[in-house]
């Protein structure tokens, strides 16, 4: 008979990958002891193996997790209605919106995912990948003769955009929605008024 799934399971595991993260951008994933988790999060190593086999298993959920959300919330913008540039400054402020709160999850995604089979990391870079892709087609829809001929040009805009982005978070966790909006307007106007002059 299949063991029932305790009713605070989705909780429980919430919460280990929010300590996880945590617990992993302090000390690094290398030396970061799963007894340090169990005790941050107030429970046993042994329940923290009850929901990971391993620290590796725990580190690709939180990436999987924190990646996958953020790409389906970026899928999930609406844009109907909105010209080019509104699409891309709205997309860009969704994304900053998202960011609030993620600051361990984006060190971690930065430097413990080369600790990941390459199986794994491909499957965590494709999410990335879909993201900048997404991004990339909102510019080429603001201005795609810009762009025509030269998706290294495009792919180098883009990249640009997401470090943006990146640094916002990194010098601004604790923004509110008001400034990270903004920002995302502040960055649209940057890039759009550089592109004639690329």
Excluded at 5 to 27: C, G, M, N, Y
Excluded at 144 to 159: A, I, Q, R, V, W
Aim: charged share 25%.
């Amino acid at each position: 008979m299949a063991r029932t799934i305790a009713k605070d399971h989705d909780q429980k595991k919430s919460r280990i990958l929010k300590t996880a993260a945590r617990v992993f951008a302090e000390e690094g994933f290398d030396r970061a002891s799963v007894s340090r988790l169990a005790r941050e999060c107030g429970i046993s190593k042994a329940n923290i193996y009850h929901y990971y086999d391993s620290k590796d298993a725990l580190l690709f959920d939180l990436l999987d997790t924190n990646l996958s959300e953020l790409l389906t919330r970026m899928q999930n913008v609406n844009t109907d209605g909105l010209s080019p540039e509104e699409a891309l400054e709205f997309t860009l402020g969704e994304i900053l919106l998202a960011y609030d709160g993620k600051d361990y999850e984006h060190q971690i995604q930065s430097s413990a995912m080369i600790h990941l089979p390459k199986q794994q990391q491909a499957t965590l870079k494709g999410y990335q990948k879909q993201m900048i892709e997404r991004v990339a087609n909102l510019l080429e829809a603001v201005n795609s003769t810009c762009f025509e001929g030269n998706p290294e040009k495009l792919n180098d805009t883009t990249m640009s955009i997401f470090g943006m982005l990146n640094w916002f978070y990194m010098w601004n966790a604790h923004a509110g929605p008001e400034k990270r909006k903004d920002y995302a307007r502040l960055v649209t106007g940057l890039t759009l008024s550089g592109i004639s002059g690329i």
